[in-house]
């Protein structure tokens, strides 16, 4: 299952000229507010007609404005929760449920079953919807969603109105869902953690056009994204293994190829593969290997390329046994340091910085 | 229960409500489809539209009845085809009154209806559409549940407008005793003659509990209809 989107379209003073595949898996659709995310995936749903352009998926064409091809919404098969949910009113959780599940394609039964027990909805079935909290009403929207049987599905930043845990146990429902059903998801949102945690495939938007797009690692680990991220949400995504837990002082010690570092616990067992996402600007550069530092981790590197910012900062981009990771240092440290391509130094990565919603357990896809 | 009311006084009474049951169950379908051109429709015409559908509010009534008269009379260009094609003559008749009552009372009836309308978030539409529902189900399914409470007040207000209805009704079908003779012309007529105060005065307390009725009936539909659409 991909799809590809290839649209031009005008709004207002705001144009958009977007172009990506999206190969099977989650796709991120990353950018700023404003950066035409939305209309995006509304023009994937149908909901948006292009100016011009072309949407296909698995090669079926949905819109093509040369051919005047411009496939119903109700007919295109493609599940979208919104940002703001949409129940309906008139009916309850159930109802809302079935509603998905009478119109859409046909569901089985023990599939209903193991929806509604996947997103815990069960306690939820014979309630209206007005007084469910932000995070019932994003399970509902996405189990009624669901209940289609979809062949894509759009999610518009799904966990915006959440707060941070129950953002991290529905990330875990997506990316379970996403093994378990193998249904494909375009992701919107604009945060890089999210994306780090469970995007296999992103495309990053600004103003319209579509900046940068590819497997999520390379493209995180990519000095010359960094300006379409923002610098201070930059960093390298990399697959690491839970090697051992230190309960005594918090902290787990997990290898990256054979490299030892030590992180906040992460309570999985031994042996678990997990994906961590490191801050660039968490990652300070040393030529000589420091003794005696309270950042715990010191690594041997190899400096693979340098891009200077507009600003004071450059993003260095770094090999750290198989896996890339990102640096944001001063410019004026480039010259300090004698930094170039090939260069042999150490990073010098505080434990404590990475944080708990940076760690998705899982292969890198 | 007939105690109250002289035999002919209750004929009044059921034709009446005859009369107006039949403007309102006959207008809802046409005020339903005004309602969501109105609410929703871009097009060339809309201002006109609205305009027309609101005339009778502002158009003295008598002037409404004549035109009645113009258009459906025996010899108006409907009214001839009616009665030629059909059979159907509505002057002079109570299917007249019928007519006259719903015009007098369609603007109220489109009013109510297209607020509840508007009130309904067009994204649940949307998201109905992306559950796989077409055109028709999303109506049937998503916007019809969601305003039946605006189109039941309106329909009761229409229902209360066409109980009163004179000025065109009287123009249009005049007040024959036993066949055209609503409520409203019956007072009218018994207030001309010496003795007929304590028959108006009756008739007159029917026509204010009904009214009553109904003000009651749309207001407590009106407060369903924003609990329904915040999803109580």
Known sequence: MSLSVDIRHRLGGFTLDARFEAPPGITALFGRSGAGKTSVIRAVAGLLHPDGGRIAVDGEVLTDTETSVHVAVHRRRIGYVFQDARLFPHLSVGQNLAFGRLFGGRIARDEVERLVHLLDLRPLLGRGTADLSGGERSRVALARALMTRPRLLLLDEPLAALDAPRKAEILRYLLRLGEETSVPMLYVTHSVAEVAQIARTLVVLKEGAVQRSGPTAEVLADPAAVPALGVREAGAVLQATLHAHHPADGLSAITVGDVPLLMPEVEEPPGTLVRLRINAADVTLARERPAALSALNVVPVTVLSIRPGEGPGAAVALSLGPERILARVPRRALVALDLAPGLECFAVINATAISRADVSVGALA | ?232
Do not use: C
């Open chain 2, 1 to 232: 229960m007939t105690g109250w009311l002289t035999a002919q006084e209750w004929g009044i009474v059921l034709l009446s409500l005859r009369v107006s049951f039949w403007a309102t169950l006959l207008s809802l379908p046409v005020g339903i489809a005004v309602a969501l051109l109105l609410a929703r429709g871009r097009f060339r015409g809309h201002g006109l539209l609205n305009a027309l559908v609101h005339l009778p509010l502002v158009l003295p009534p008598v002037v409404t009845g004549y035109l009645l008269l113009v258009v459906f009379g025996r010899r108006g260009p409907v009214g001839g085809w009616l009665e030629a094609q059909f059979d159907i003559v509505l002057a002079f008749r109570w299917t007249g009154a019928v007519l006259a009552a719903a015009i007098m009372a369609f603007p109220l009836m489109v009013r109510a209806i297209r607020l509840a309308v508007e009130a309904v978030d067009a994204g649940l539409e949307e998201a109905a559409a992306t559950l796989g529902a077409g055109p028709v189900l999303r109506f049937l399914t998503v916007t019809l549940p969601l305003i039946l409470p605006g189109i039941l007040a309106g329909s009761v207000l229409a229902f209360a407008k066409a109980m009163g209805e004179f000025g065109a009704t009287i123009t249009f079908v005049s007040a024959i005793p036993g066949q055209t003779q609503t409520v409203p012309s019956a007072i009218y007529a018994a207030l001309q003659v010496p003795d007929g105060e304590a028959g108006a005065l009756r008739l007159v307390l029917v026509s204010v509990l009904v009214a009553l009725g109904a003000v009651g009936v749309s207001e407590w539909l009106s407060r369903r209809t924003r609990k329904r659409v915040a999803g109580r």
